[in-house]
């Protein structure tokens, strides 16, 4: 009798640590799509280690406290380019398993949007005038944590090309791409402020995609372009014929006297998620906001990290990282800024913003 509640305890004890070795997890990068079933299945180790390992003699009741932040695994989404570098620090930490977030990255952001609509991933970075339209579509249930790029546009000659200001752009033609996104937005904007119409004082040429643009500035067939980074990197170092003539996120400034600032991406949350899971998003955004410095601070270091990760190739991103704007604004200040510049947009183009202009809930407070 003795011997068998040996055993009997023995397997206890083998069984209890099996089951923490289950419910353990580290986070990870990946650009393959995402991992909730993983989630989900590690979740419900969680649950069947919680009862395996309980004693018989203790009470039956289950304490509904939420999880500790360091318990909960949270999914993000970036893409690869600017919206995505100020992660680089978050994304080495959950490869080494010392965070609780996984990453999944895409090419595109309509790869990101499906998956934070039907609950496959917690939070993604975006344009900002994307996390507008999404509040809109979904009724409030996705809210804006963060602004996380302000401009990345730049204006980029070819030659013997002279721009000095917007008014030199009178009579020329320009090389741009986004047609309906916040850069054509914006450049229309800009030219509005100075004078300028597009299609009758300035002719605009769109391509479909960034590399095309550069492409064509790196070959010489076009002599003005309208880029963002890091393809602006890209084009520059292939031909020293090219050159950055104008920063459009100051004319940004010059035009808008104040009254908004060019914030271009930003990071987007689940309402639901955020709010069953406060402390552990709070934590997340904590963590953001130093990725973010050690980021600004250490271009090179976190350059090597963009490599590893996929995210933006080593060389290009170490010369992109000072040109990108990279920001962490939240709260008051998120509140305070980011309305004017999606005013402007709805101006422009009610559905660029989703046809409406988000409420004040679209704001997340900490």
Request: aromatic letters at 6%.
């Amino acid at each position: 009798m003795k011997l068998w509640k040996r055993i009997c305890s023995l397997l206890c004890v083998m069984t209890l640590s099996a089951a923490m070795l289950t419910g353990c997890s580290t986070g990870e990068v990946t650009s393959s799509p995402s991992s909730a079933d993983a989630v989900s299945e590690a979740a419900s180790s969680d649950a069947e280690a919680g009862e395996a390992s309980e004693p018989e003699e203790t009470s039956s009741e289950t304490s509904s406290e939420a999880e500790p932040a360091d318990d909960v695994t949270i999914r993000i989404g970036a893409l690869k380019g600017p919206t995505g570098l100020g992660m680089l620090q978050l994304m080495q930490e959950a490869n080494d398993g010392e965070k609780p977030y996984e990453f999944t990255l895409a090419g595109a952001a309509d790869e990101l949007t499906g998956k934070i609509t039907t609950g496959e991933l917690d939070a993604v970075a975006l344009p900002t005038n994307s996390a507008a339209a999404l509040y809109n579509k979904t009724e409030g249930q996705l809210q804006i944590a963060m602004v996380n790029t302000l401009g990345v546009l730049y204006l980029v000659t070819y030659g013997d090309t002279e721009i000095t200001s917007i008014a030199d752009l009178a009579g020329k033609t320009v090389y741009s791409s986004g047609q309906g996104t916040v850069a054509e937005y914006a450049f229309n904007y800009i030219l509005s402020a100075n004078g300028l119409e597009a299609g009758t004082d300035v002719t605009v040429e769109y391509k479909t995609e960034h590399a095309e643009i550069a492409t064509l500035m790196a070959s010489g067939q076009a002599d003005i372009a309208v880029l963002p980074q890091p393809f602006v990197t890209q084009a520059t170092s292939q031909n020293p014929d090219l050159k950055v003539a104008l920063n459009l996120t100051e004319e940004w400034d010059k035009a808008a006297d104040g009254a908004s600032i060019l914030t271009m991406g930003c990071l987007v949350v689940r309402r639901e998620f955020a709010e069953e899971n406060k402390e552990a998003f709070n934590a997340f955004l904590d963590d953001y906001k130093e990725s973010v410095e050690f980021v600004n601070a250490n271009p090179a270091e976190a350059a090597v990290i963009s490599g590893e990760v996929d995210l933006i190739g080593a060389a290009v991103a170490e010369k992109a990282i000072p040109e990108c704007n990279i920001v962490y604004i939240d709260g008051e200040e998120m509140k305070e800024k980011l309305p004017g510049f999606l005013q402007i947009l709805y101006d422009a183009n009610p559905q660029s913003v989703g046809g409406a202009m988000p409420g004040d809930d679209f704001y997340y407070e900490k």
